[in-house]
Each structure stands twice: as C-alpha cells, then as structure tokens.
C-alpha cells in the first residue's frame, strides 16, 4: 500500500476563518496550556465572540475565600443505609457550603492579551476599521497566521504556544507599529464567577477588582514580571517585547506601547505557579520549536484518509478527524483529565468529568500515541488516596472515584454526579491499552495498583441478592443516560456490561504480574445480574420496561454494551433490534456528541457498515463539527471535547478493527466500495 502524504492530509484541512466567526476562534496549545485568538490573533475583541477567548492551563485554580472554607463534611448526605452510601445530592438547608464545594476550586482565566489600534489621528479605532480578515491555523506546524487591514493599512500576526512551555508568542508585522497605531493591551479578570447559574459562569469576570492582586516588577522598559494573587493562590505571569514601552494601564491592566523603529514586533508571555518563575523564548524560537513538534506529531502515530471515496461524505468525515487530533492533542493531552471545553473556556467550572475521560482519551492508543494518554494516568495514583477515603467513607473498599472533580479529587456535590458509576472501571480500561502499547512489566507496576483497587470498590459495591442468587448495581445508583433517578434505577445495561469486563481485565492484570486475584472479582464476575431484557431488545436499566417509549431520550447507553465493550455476554441478535430500536424511536435531538460515535461502534461490532457511517455523520445538532473543528452541542457549550475524541476513537475502530473481529482492512465501513479506507499506524480495538 502507498504511503499516506500526511503534510497534504493535514493541511487540506487547515481551519480557514474569514472575518469573525463569533462561535469558532481558534486555539494554540500543547495540552498543559493554550490561548485562544479573535480575527486579529490576539485577544482584542472579545466582544464578538459567543466563546470567551481564554487563556488556560492544566495547573491554575482557585478557591473562592480561600482553600478549605467549606469541606464535604458540611454538605448534607443522601442515600445513607446504615454503613453504606452518602452522597452529597441535596443542598437542603446548606445551601451555600453545597454551592461553594461544586463551584470551587474553579479553574483560573490567566489574562486577556489583545491589540489596541489607533487611527492616523490617535483615536481609538473599533471593529469597524478591521477589513479583509482571514487567518489560517496550520495543524502541521501549529502556527496560527492572521492578515487583516486597520484602515487600509496591511497586517500580518502570528501566533503561536511552545511546545513544553507554557507560553504563547506572536510576531506582528505592520506600518502601525512603527507609526505607534499598534499597542498591546493586557488585562486580567477577577477569579470569580459571573454568577452562580452555568451558562454564566463560562464568562470571564471583569467586576470584584477588589478580590485579587496585580504587582509588577519591570526588568527592562519592556519586560516584566506580574504576580498575581487571589486569596491562597496566585501565579507569576513573565511579559516580553521586542521593542516599546510596558506601562501599567489599571489595577489589573497594562499597555506595551510599541512604538519604535521597527514595523515588525515579537511578543511572548509565560506562565507558571506563584512559586515559580517563567521561562520564556523569543517568539521567533517558539514558532521554530511548534514547527518541529507538529511535524514529529503528524508524522508519528496513525492517520487515515479517505480520498477516492465515492461516498460525498467522505472529505467531512476526513476533515472532522483530522483536526478532532489537533484538538484533543492541544486540550486533552495534559497532566490531568480535561474538562469537557478543554482549555478552550470554562464550562461547569473548569472542573473535568471522570466518566468523560475515556472519550476524551481512549483514542491516544488506538492512534499510536499511548505517551499523550500515559500524561494524564499518573493523576490517578495521585489522588488514590483521597479515592480510598470515598469508598470508605461510603462503606466500601477499594477506590471510588469521583464524577465531577478539581485536582485535588475531591468529588462535587451534584443531584446527579455522586450516583455516576460508569466512570468507575475506565481507569482499569485505559491502563489496558495502555499495556497493550507497552507490554512491560515497567507498565504492570506503573498501573497496577490502579487497577486493583478500582476492581476492589467494584466487587465491594455489587450487592447481593439472596433472592435472586445474583449481584446487583443499585439502588442508589445513575446510569450514563443520566435521566434516571437513582432510586428507582438498578441494573443498568452498560454499566453491568462494563462491570465484567473490568473484573475480567483485573484478574488478568493479576495473572500477568503472578499475583493472587481477589477471589471476589471473579465471583461477582460470575453471579452478576444478566443484562435486563424486555420485548427482545436491551432496556436502559432492569427497573425501565418503557426505555423506548417515556425515557428515550439522553444517552441511548445500552449500545455501549456492545461497541465500547467487546461484550462477551450480549447476545448479538438482540443488539441488533436494540440498534434498531434505538435508530427508530430515539429522541435524537437530546443526545450528545459521544453517542454518535457510540452508536456508530455498535453498528460496526454488528457488521452494519454503512449504518455505522451514517450515524457518525447523522445530521443533528449536537453532532455539528464547526469551521474550528470544535463539537457544538447548545449556546453556551460550543465545544464539545468527547464528541471529538469520541470520532476518532471509532474511526481508528471501523478503519482497523478490534480483536477476535473480522480480518481485512476498514471492517467497519461499508463494504460496498463506496469507500476507500487507507490507514497506517492504528491499533486494534479491544
């Protein structure tokens, strides 16, 4: 087979903006850090865009009042039966404590970086005078370029973040500079919510100048060192110019008038906790240092392409999974699990969502990129201890973790998120690919400890049934179609499904480091309830005979069973009218992003093909791929970081396959040649 032109696969998907696209800005990042940029490459008309343009990184909270003012001690517990459960659901007459722990620590907007322009007479000049925008983001060297007029007269921005370092650059080119029409404004917004409701929260927060602190120290007239602080936080933030003047333009805000003999400008700005000092590189050595990291980037792991296909669809579909790489690499390959927006704004707090995290991440293997999936695996083992205390403190062994989180792994209260348990076996499942990338026994040590305690608390929370001679998962307990109520709920599909596997998987983990099994993951493996069944399809739960009828909508999260899961217990046929159930009666307008993809996973495992493709490419809101390659789902959530991750992961699926599937290339594409799959350095599903 040919070798796949990867530079003219990247790049035909370039993200092209003209003018201002208000939900599409785009990103520069390397999963630790990333700044996101208006039509002019900087952050100098936020106004315009329905997304807030952040400055983000993996490292930088905040707690409001400071760390420790409430704790979940004083947040009211549900769901308690004598030694077992708790769960922080309600806020009952604790209102405030509960409000607090579920918005805190929250993550920190680190500044707003933008340019001010002048007209020939010195008036500050608006939108209006910005003509002929068009930038291009370049994937294959993660240089953004901007070109643009400010009344007539031609310039020219790039930008770009360093690859191991917390900094972004850019590199101006312009007659206004030289005629002091160009200046660069930095401000920094209070480290507190807009206001409790979510869909302000995601905005930056230019009120409360009385609750944080901007000190700076000048090195140079043009460099600087600015600490910031906010009650027990705070970070360090190094500013640098080629040329100009830095003066302080506020409280928080500053301006580096850059006028000087030169009409080209470098600027950079890093980043780094209070403690530390950041290092900083001349634009010109970042853009050099992303052109060679892209480039190693593209041309390792895997790529498929889809030109030659007849399919009209085909050059979409290649379009969404090329830059749904970019995308993940620069938000979700960092040190921690991401939130859902990544470090493109803050949605539910900035906090990530654990049972997102397979979404975000599974893909990294299956691509040939285990290393970006192995950066976050190591927070798992730092907050075992804390994981320990859930499940203890809940009446369980092992370590349970948490829903909605910060770094510290502490779980948020949540009428929902407490009750989650599917995200209880992912880490079981991603050190598995991870072995299967690296099978060492530098790997087992690495995760193994993971592993089995997180099978521990699963063996610990099934709960027998005497009765019945079976286990059972629940009451209290919610599924991924998270409409359910936890009491009424047990025995949901996936989750049941899940269950096995991830026992399964541990007693492995066990046989391959010669090391003895807790002897009740297999017996809970073994006498766990069969996956519920009414009128010959999979019902969303054993409690919910009328899953198609009142309760189709949310996650159709039976398919997982088969598709995420290899399902060794599903029975194939009944899968099969359960798809197609689901394909008939679903309310597809209240799904989201991953269930597409997760649909489509099922229809492969199914040899549907070309059904498969059609629900990857089904044409519904919240699968919408916007111009910057982001999943829009709703106003205010217009990006979507599972639904990306999600694509890829059943792409690799479909174009490589998956273990004890059919040989031969693409088994999950039609095979009626309206397709043409070519692919090189995928991995095979499990």
Known sequence: MTQIDRRALVTRHNPTIRGIVPMAPLSVGNGEFAFTADLTGMQSFPEQYEVPLSTQSQWAWHSSGGRGTWSLKDAPMQYRDGDRGGYPIRAEDREEAFHWLRQNPHRLQLGEFGFRFASASGEPLTVQAITDAEQTLDQWSGVLTSRFRVDGVPVTVRTVCHPSVDQFGVVVESALIAEGRLDIAIRFPAPGMVSRSWDRSIALNWEDADSHGTECR???????????????????????????????????????????????LGFAAGFAGADRTPALVSPDECIAASREHWESFWLGGGAVELSGSRDPRAAELERRVVQSQFL?????????????????????????????????????????????????????????????????????EGARWPKMVAPDGVQSPSPIGPLLIWQQPHPIALAELCYLADPTEETLRQYGELVFESADFMASFAEWDAAGGR???????????????????????????YWRHGLELAETWAKRLGAEANPKWKDVREKLSVLPVGDGVYLAHENCPDTYTRTNTDHPSMLGALGMLPGKTVDPETMRRTLDRVMECWSWETTWGWDYPMAAMTAARLGDGKRAVELLLMDVTKNTYLPNGHNYQRPGLMAYLPGNGGLLTAVAMMAC?????PDGDAPGFPADGSWTVRWEGLNRFM
């Open 471 to 497: 286990y059972v998962l629940g009451p209290p307990v919610i599924p991924a179609q998270e409409r359910h109520k936890g009491e009424h709920t047990w025995n949901p599909t996936y989750e049941l499904e």
């Open 657 to 661: 396959g998956w273990q004890g599937g």
């Open 218 to 264: 000048l090195l140079s007239p043009r460099s600087a060192l600015i600490d910031r602080t906010m009650d027990d936080d705070g970070y360090r933030v190094a500013i640098r110019a080629s040329q100009g003047e830095l003066v302080r333009d506020g409280t928080h805000a500053f301006r580096l008038r850059a006028k000087g003999p030169e009409s080209r």
């Open 328 to 396: 993940t690499a620069i938000h979700c390959a960092g040190s921690v699990p991401p939130q859902e927006t990544g470090l493109l704004y803050n949605s539910w707090f900035g906090k990530f969502h654990l049972e997102m995290h397979w979404w975000h991440a599974f893909h990294f293997p299956l691509w040939g990129r285990a290393e970006l999936l192995r950066k976050s695996m190591g927070w798992y083992r730092d907050i075992l201890p804390v994981a320990r205390e859930l499940a203890k403190a809940q009446g369980y």
